[in-house]
């Protein structure tokens, strides 16, 4: 129905178009006539008027007449009139006999005129104009005459056998055109069926047979279904394109992910290396390249045995395909004496599962437990040294109080010095004790001042008494720098005192005989300072940093050479702290050493009651 | 030990009875294992070193007896262990057995 509609329209198009060009044709035909109408009355009456007009006798008059024929056709001439000087006609031809018919103001005008005329007039009853001209005829410079000539417009011939043919020519090539270009699309179907046949298979068109050839049934139904099915593939383009959006969208979320956990990895502060089932290394953290000084390319996809650069871990690397999956995996202990010398590395091998507990590889862990076994070397040390600390003067007081019970000693002087031996030693253990909770309970945090008013003239005296045996023993001079009013604080008594005498304890121990010890108590700022000073060994440079930690006991050989627990300072330092105050030390091997304890004064006030 | 008729000498730190050993070349000694100076490990060595004239008996006190001092101990000749805290007549009367026996034997 949209065809047949399509073709009417296209029917009265045609016809108009080819009524407007025939119409053209025709006025183009007669302008054409109507030139060459005018041209030839020009140039027959120009050629007849230079005859004489003796020349228009009854001799000469077929050669006029000829001459007219020549040009003219009959249908064209409509008159010829040749008159003398009064107008009398020589010569008429007239074959429509229209001479009553020319207007008068026409004809007056052409015989009187005296250079060539050129008119048209339109007589009634004649379906013609008529184009007249005129010229006079001279001789000797005196006018003798005028030759009229009547002309009329030939029927135009729009099929002339010339145009005939021409046109014959055009439709005859027109058809041949449209006969190879129609030939040419029958041809360019059978691709396009093939293109959609591809574009269907493409879209995955159900319809769309592999290798079948479909004819081509016609050039608008090719048309339309392979515009069909290039839409179907600009769908499956668009979904594509958004199905890669979202696969590129997920992989950029899985490369940021994959990128934090290795960043997490590299940030770890332990060693991790991952290698497949043929222990190639297919990830190692920066911890480890750092351990190795390696770059990851050099030992990704290298053998994890190579990698790892030690035999021991090389062996066990090598067990675990024996050993197999476990759950805790398998623990070796290793050492880089090279790449990290003093260093001590624990190595945990594993096998790393899926969700369904099957092996897709191998890691290893490698920590540095160097601290770990310091530590437990430092324990074990401070177990065996608290174990003499305790131990030994229990032997002491043992040893002497079963003499004592024994009457094996009558000496009364012996027994005093046994029962001040015994004294001693309970005294020595009783400090060792009281430092061993404070720290404990330090560690558990659960250390509490018990704070109250400290009169430092009665606290100086005691820390003083506790440690003047010993010092006299060594003959040690206790120099007390004291001022004369005793500033007060508010403290801890117990506590503060244990500190004191831990640094007492030391200057005492570390000098050797002979020595000095100064103790000084002065106020400043708020705060009441303790200084105690000793012409000791000193303590280096290198020990300094250390000697509040807990257990650490220098490697002097003065230092090992006396009983020490490591605990005294540490202690005092914690308890400096839970003051909010602050300690200093001075030192220098060979010089001695200076401690000043500062404690800051508080405002004691009385609770209401 | 001097009731029982022995006769003591004493020394403060591991030099010191090293040098007692060698000049007064003692029967037994009894030391510990903590000292200033050279410790009871180190001395215990340099009396198994001794060629002529060493101590019968060396008596190593300790708090208590682990792996590593049993196996150096053992590797002594003629020493043995005592764990503090122990009683005097105990020590007295180890020495006295050690001495009445046929042959020395480690413990």
Known sequence: MKLNRISIIMLILCLAGLSLFTHALVNNEQRRTKQ?????????????????????????????????????????????????????????LAPDNLAARIPADIQSKSLYTMAFTQQQFHPQGFDHTI??????????????????????????????????????????????????????????????????QNLKRVCWDPEAVAGEEVPAVGITPVISNLEGSLGQVQD?????EAQNTQMAARIGAVTFEKNQILNILDSIHFGIIIADHQNRVIHINGYMLKLLK?????????????????????????????????????????????????????????????????????????????????????????????????????????SYSELLMDDEVTDAEMQKEFYNIINEETNRLSHLVQNLLNISKMEMGNLTLNKGTVRTDWFVKDCIATVEGSAREKNITIEK??????????????????????????????????????????????????????????ISQEDLPHIFDKFFRSGDHHITEQKGSGLGLATTSEIVQLHEGAIDVHSQIGSGTRFTVRIPKEEYRIAES | MKKRGYRVLTAPDGEAGLKIIRAEHPDVVITDIMMPKIDGRTLCEMINGLEDDRPLLTIVMTCRISHDERIWVEAMTDTIFMEKPFSPSLLVDSVENYFSRPQVNRC
């Open chain 1, 36 to 92: 060459q109408i005018l041209a030839k009355g020009n140039y027959l009456t120009s050629l007849i008027a230079l005859y004489p007009i003796r020349d228009f006798s009854l001799e000469r008059r077929d050669f006029f007449l000829r001459t007219l024929n020549e040009y003219t056709s009959p249908e064209g001439l409509v008159y010829f009139y040749v008159h003398d000087q009064q107008g009398q006609s020589l010569l008429s």
């Open chain 1, 131 to 196: 184009y007249e001209f005129a010229k006079p005829v001279f001789e000797n410079g005196q006018k003798t005459g005028t030759v009229r000539l009547g002309l009329k417009l030939e029927p135009a011939v729009l099929f002339s056998m010339e145009r005939v043919q021409l046109v014959g020519m055009v439709l005859f090539f027109v058809a041949a055109g449209l006969g190879l270009f129609y030939y040419g699309i029958i041809n360019s179907l059978k691709p396009l069926s093939h293109l959609n």
């Open chain 1, 236 to 240: 499956r383009l668009g979904r594509i």
């Open chain 1, 294 to 398: 390696r770059s990851r390319q050099e030992i990704i996809d290298r053998p994890a045995g190579e990698t790892i650069e030690n035999e021991t871990l090389r062996t066990a690397l090598a067990g675990m395909d024996d050993i197999g999956p476990s759950p805790t995996g398998k623990t070796v202990e290793a050492v880089y004496p090279e790449l990290a010398p003093g260093e001590v590395f624990q190595a945990l091998f594993s096998f790393l599962t899926d969700q369904d507990g099957l092996s897709i590889g191998k890691m290893i862990q490698i920590k540095n437990i160097t601290g770990e076994k310091i530590a437990e070397s430092a324990k074990g040390d401070f177990i065996a040294s608290v174990s003499h600390e305790l131990l030994t003067p229990l032997t002491n007081i043992k």
């Open chain 1, 481 to 538: 720098d004291l001022p004369d009013i005793f500033p007060s604080i508010i403290a801890d008594k117990e506590l503060l005192r244990t500190a004191i005498i831990n640094i007492m304890g030391n200057a005492v121990k570390y000098t050797p005989e002979n020595g000095r010890i100064r103790f000084a108590i002065a106020e400043q700022d708020k705060t009441v300072l303790f200084e105690i000073e000793d012409s000791g060994y000193g």
